[in-house]
């Protein structure tokens, strides 16, 4: 059974830092294989794409492009993403998903980011 648990999400002042993984498991092939990506949705608001690895490029979203990092670790089976100088409308549920073009896409649970003072 395929499986992407994300964890480090919680509360954090503006300015603060949190960094994010994404464990897949259950998975017959290496996740070098896919593109991984976190993706947010906040409140009222429709999921958005923040950044995607391609195993060489990647994207970022313009709202994080400079403050986020992606990574991988193929070894490892995980995908990080490193949140730097976060904002208020950083807040969001935070989801990681996997796929393998043409196959259907795996998603998370999310986790979720509150930027607060």
């Known amino acids: 059974q395929v499986q992407l648990v994300e964890s480090g999400g919680g509360l954090v002042q503006p300015g603060g830092s949190l960094r994010l993984s994404c464990v897949a498991s259950g998975f017959t092939d290496s996740i070098s294989s896919y593109v991984m990506s976190w993706y947010r949705q906040a409140p009222g608001k429709e999921r958005e794409l923040v950044a995607a690895?391609?195993?060489?490029?990647?994207t970022y979203a313009d709202s994080v492009r400079g403050r986020f990092t992606i990574s991988r670790d193929n070894a490892k089976n995980t995908v990080y993403l490193q949140m730097n100088s976060l904002k208020f409308e950083d807040t969001a549920v935070y989801y990681c998903?996997?796929?393998?073009?043409?196959?259907?896409?795996?998603w998370g649970q999310g986790t979720q980011v509150t930027v607060s003072s």
């Open positions: 998903k996997a796929v393998r073009p043409p196959r259907v896409p795996y």
């Open positions: 690895n391609y195993g060489g490029p990647i």
